[in-house]
């Protein structure tokens, strides 16, 4: 029952902060303050809902399996690496335009 | 209770879907669209680990992983071919 509460609780605040990384993405002004809502907000939504679907698979096989937390440490590493590439490829293309 | 936390999250990360859908369509800029398409990769294994959840299969954790892989590659190599126009040097 209380491994149910902990696992609807992490998935609806989860899913909560991907739609706020969605608001950021959708609602801010530029490139470089849209990259912010994406590579942070998102990456721990998604953190939180696959953690809940292991609490989840806790309470209903009664073993806790750590291999799906393999996908938030995969995404932990490659949200850096993709906001970094995209903010240089913002910047040449700002530049660009400002040469034009 | 757990029924109705998932019904809400998929409404949510369905939102979620909508708002990025609609930064991919307006976004004045071509950075703008790689970044809406990432996250949209991200909002798809959102909804996949909700649905294997939902339906109590393990099937989901392989195609989740896959999801994160591919739209790793995919930002990358669109990046690298705005900065440089080649993808592998």
Not at chain 1, 34 to 51: F, M, N, S
Not at chain 2, 52 to 59: D, K
Request: with cysteine; glycine share 8%.
């Amino acid at each position: 029952m209380i491994v149910e509460a902990i696992a609807s609780f992490l998935i609806v605040s989860g899913a909560a902060f991907v739609l706020l990384g969605s608001i950021g993405l959708f609602r801010l002004p530029d490139i470089f303050t849209r990259l912010h809502g994406p590579t942070k907000a998102t990456t721990l939504g998604v953190g939180a809902i696959v953690v809940a679907s292991s609490v989840a698979a806790y309470a209903v096989n009664g073993d806790i399996s750590l291999r799906e937390l393999t996908i938030p440490l995969f995404l932990f590493i490659t949200a850096p690496v993709s906001a970094h590439l995209i903010g240089k490829a913002a910047l040449k293309d700002a530049a660009g335009r400002r040469q034009s | 209770m757990l029924t109705t936390a998932i019904t809400v999250s998929l409404v949510l990360v369905g939102a979620a879907v909508a708002l990025t859908l609609l930064r991919l369509a307006l976004g004045p800029t071509m950075p703008d669209r790689i970044l809406a398409l990432d996250t949209l990769a991200i909002d798809a294994i959102a909804l996949v680990v909700i649905l294997g959840l939902l339906n109590a299969t393990a099937l989901s954790f392989e195609a989740a992983l896959l999801l994160a892989t591919m739209g790793f590659v995919g930002t990358v190599a669109l990046c690298k071919f705005l900065i440089g126009r080649n993808i592998i040097d």
